[in-house]
């Protein structure tokens, strides 16, 4: 079926922080979700699979598998996870992009690839796994390069992360133009929340890109219960629906 887009172009990704909220938050936002369940969450593989699969029942399959606050140590249990479980979303390190998508067996399900800001205007770092991030010289190549290399890889999308809110504006600005050119998705990430989430988007829907997969974390996550708040996200929602 795939995931669900707001008039063709916006679907939500925030987390679940159990079954029965992933329930809730789908139902908030009428289904335009996919909702994140972090591999960093679990102790093994198999206990992930066995958990997401129930996700998978309550979410219609649109489940968006993650490494855990973008940490690239886990990119192997997502890649692994990819055998056993076909979420309709998958979120990736740069660096295993094609490894992950041989196991998922299928070009239909969503697949990104995480690229950092750099600093530079119209460039992306993607030197993101658990080793390259590390490195002293970074891999820093313009976004168009970048975009074609995921394509390559079988990606679908940039997840440009971390974001910091608006820190990058320019360069978010620049990664959305090219995702634009180049007919790609862009999943802008990190820092954002209900105060910045309208102006990231008008940014981003501005400059052309035909559809945007906006993730808002840990600001609309109450940290008494770990949940999601449903009332956040039917505002999302709502600001989205104002916008396309």
């Given at each position: ?5 707001y ?6 990704n925030?987390?679940?922080?159990s079954?029965e909220n992933?329930k809730?938050i ?19 593989v198999?206990?992930?699979v066995?958990?997401?699969?129930k996700y ?10 993650g490494?855990g ?12 996870i990819?055998?056993e479980v076909?979420?309709?979303h ?8 094609g ?5 998922l ?6 697949l ?8 530079k205007?119209?460039y992306?770092k993607i ?17 168009d390069?970048a975009?074609?290399?995921?394509k ?6 940039i997840k ?7 820190k990058c504006?320019d ?5 959305a133009?090219?995702c ?7 999943e802008?990430?990190?820092?954002i929340?209900?105060d ?10 501005n400059?052309g890109?035909?559809k ?10 109450d940290k ?13 929602l709502a600001?989205v629906?104002?916008?396309?």
């Amino acid at each position: 079926m795939g995931l669900n887009y707001y008039n063709g172009r916006v679907c939500l990704n925030v987390l679940g922080g159990s079954l029965e909220n992933a329930k809730e938050i789908y139902e908030a936002a009428e289904k335009y979700v996919a909702v994140g369940v972090l591999s960093a969450n679990y102790p093994d593989v198999p206990s992930a699979v066995e958990d997401m699969k129930k996700y998978m029942d309550v979410l219609e399959g649109n489940l968006s598998v993650g490494l855990g606050g973008g940490n690239p140590a886990q990119w192997r249990a997502v890649a692994e996870i990819a055998k056993e479980v076909k979420a309709n979303h998958f979120n990736q390190a740069f660096c295993a992009v094609g490894w992950t998508r041989a196991n998922l067996g299928t070009d239909e399900i969503h697949l990104n690839s995480m690229c950092a800001p750099c600093g530079k205007v119209g460039y992306v770092k993607i030197s993101t796994g658990p080793l390259s991030k590390e490195c002293a010289e970074p891999a820093i190549v313009p976004v168009d390069t970048a975009i074609a290399m995921i394509k390559e890889m079988g990606g679908n999308s940039i997840k440009y992360f971390p974001m910091g809110g608006l820190k990058c504006k320019d360069e978010m600005k620049a990664v959305a133009e090219a995702c634009a050119r180049n007919h790609f998705i862009m999943e802008p990430t990190g820092g954002i929340d209900l105060d910045n989430f309208r102006e990231i988007m008008e940014i981003v829907l501005n400059a052309g890109v035909e559809k945007v997969i906006p993730h808002v974390y840990s600001s609309i996550i109450d940290k008494a219960t770990g949940n999601t708040r449903i009332e956040d996200v039917k505002k999302l929602l709502a600001i989205v629906k104002e916008l396309v």
